[in-house]
């Protein structure tokens, strides 16, 4: 366990951004899923799919060449 008080504080911070990190990914597995079940060509699916992919990329969750395979994968999926 931390034992200064700067240890702490990080420990604090980490928990914090975990959490975040954990939620934005969360939402980034759903919107997948519904564009996964969604029908061909539907573009609301696509875009907020996309939308996820890249809000997880910002917050460097994602790699870069990741979220390219992962917005190419939907993109396939959903092809009209």
Same mark, same amino acid.
């Given at each position: ?8 504080? %990080? ?6 951004? $975990?959490?975040?990190?954990? #939620?934005?990914?969360? !939402?980034?597995?759903? =919107? +997948? /899923?519904? %564009? ?6 539907? $573009?609301?699916?696509?875009? #907020?799919?996309?939308? !996820?992919?890249?809000? =997880? +990329? /910002? ?22």
């Amino acid at each position: 366990m931390a034992i200064t008080t700067s240890a702490k504080k %990080a420990h604090r911070q980490s928990l914090r951004k $975990k959490a975040m990190n954990d #939620a934005r990914r969360e !939402a980034m597995r759903g =919107a +997948l /899923k519904v %564009a996964r079940l969604a029908p061909k060509g539907d $573009k609301k699916a696509l875009s #907020a799919a996309y939308k !996820a992919i890249d809000k =997880a +990329l /910002k917050r460097g969750i994602l790699q870069k060449s990741t979220a390219a395979h992962r917005k190419a994968k939907v993109s396939k999926l959903l092809k009209a």
